[in-house]
């Protein structure tokens, strides 16, 4: 999928400005553009892969949440699998949804996919990685702890990933 195609579909099809922005976790959209993701482990319900196996086969759309969110989390992946199944170029690419949570299990988001319905859309992968912090500074998300409320402060967060690994775009 050229690069223009993926950039048309996360800006129109998957603008997901749903998250409450503070001044602690603004991100700049331009940030880390045209950088090489960095290709860290991943495991899933159906084994462990780099990265790369899933950007390399076609462009990717990674988003970054937590099962035990009661906020942004389920609505903004409910959001991006409607808006996918009205979108013309829904088999160009993958998602790959990944928690940002060390304490996320396999288990908890392979139940998280079953409670929304995704986990036998082949299009969909979730999965954990023990590359928390590689990850969330390679992208630049900076999802801060709130220990009143015992969550993530966070917003919705999609990154364009190419076939090169290259983040093409941040939304």
Sequence with gaps: MPKSI????LTSVFNLNLGAQTEKNIFSEEQHLFTKIENINIETKSGNYPLSKFYSQRPIILTLIFTRCTGICSPSILLL???LMKSELKKDFKLVVLSFDPMDS???MNYFSDKL????????????????PTLLKNVGFSPTWDSTQQQFDHDAFLVGINQNGLIVKKS
Excluded: A, R, V, Y
């Excluded at 993926?6 to 579909?9: E, G, S, T, V």
């Excluded at 299009?123 to 023990?130: A, E, S, V």
């Design 6 to 9: 993926l950039i048309i579909l």
């Design 106 to 108: 396999l288990k908890n």
């Design 81 to 83: 699998s409607e808006n």
């Design 117 to 132: 319905n995704l986990s036998e859309n082949e299009q969909w992968i979730f999965g954990i990685t023990k590359d928390i």
